[in-house]
């Protein structure tokens, strides 16, 4: 069974930093793209960091450029998002995300873990 | 930035009906838009990508049309099932990838 699980979503302070975790398995980790998507409470699905299947290339949404940070260990079969200067519209639900074949949608998603950004 | 504006933004049928969720993207995206479904307390799901391919184990009363600025995904005999809200996201001019802002469709 394909399976993605988030974890490292706590509560923290304004200006503070987090490393959220995806742990993937049932599929060939390195044959593909993962992506991680944020919601907000209410809100619809943001797209926040694509990394390539190598880990060479990465993209990032312009609100998090220059404070995320997406790696991947494909060893492990780990995906991370190392989040810094955390702003309490980082606040969502945080999902890691399998890309499809065409690279940039996404076809298998984790359940999410909640980053909570208050003082 | 790609800005998709779905339309309605909420749907409420009957059992049976066809329900017409319109999207329409800022700029040309060629024919790379897909749908996704999400029902409450779950994570999306991937129904349609590049306008009318739909993903493994989705059934064909979902379907696709579009080109350009100008999509639509078309539920055809709803099932209570079928009760979600519904996202449309491109991928032509990124990054960033970006979704619509959703249309609810409720089942009566």
């Known amino acids: 069974e394909v399976q993605l699980v988030e974890s490292g979503g706590v509560v923290v302070q304004p200006g503070g930093s987090l490393r959220l975790s995806c742990a993937a398995s049932?599929?060939?980790?390195?044959?593909?793209?993962m992506h991680w998507v944020r919601q907000a409470p209410g809100k619809g699905p943001e797209w926040v960091s694509q990394?390539?299947?190598?880990?060479?290339?990465?993209y990032y949404a312009p609100s998090v450029r220059g404070r995320f940070t997406i790696s991947r260990d494909n060893t492990r079969n780990f995906l991370y998002l190392q989040m810094s200067n955390l702003r309490p519209e980082d606040t969502a639900l945080y999902y890691c995300a399998k890309g499809s074949y065409d690279v940039s949608y996404m076809d298998v998603w984790g359940k999410g873990t909640t980053v909570t950004v208050s003082s | 930035e790609v800005v998709l504006t779905q339309s309605p933004a909420t749907l409420s049928l009957s059992p049976g009906d066809t329900a017409t969720i319109s999207c329409r993207a800022s700029?040309?995206?060629?024919?790379?838009l897909g749908w996704y479904q999400q029902k409450p307390g779950q994570a999306p799901r991937l129904l349609i990508s590049d306008v009318s391919e739909r993903a493994p184990g989705i059934p064909g009363r979902f379907s696709g049309s579009g080109s350009g600025t100008d999509f639509t995904l078309t539920i055809s005999s709803l099932e209570p099932e079928d009760s979600a809200v519904y996202y449309c996201?491109?991928?032509?001019?990124?990054?960033?990838?970006?979704f619509g802002g959703g249309t609810k469709v409720e089942i009566k």
């Open positions: 700029q040309s995206v060629r024919t790379y």
């Open positions: 990394i390539s299947w190598s880990g060479s290339d990465t």
């Open positions: 049932g599929f060939t980790f390195d044959d593909f793209a």
């Open positions: 996201q491109q991928r032509s001019n990124w990054p960033p990838l970006t």
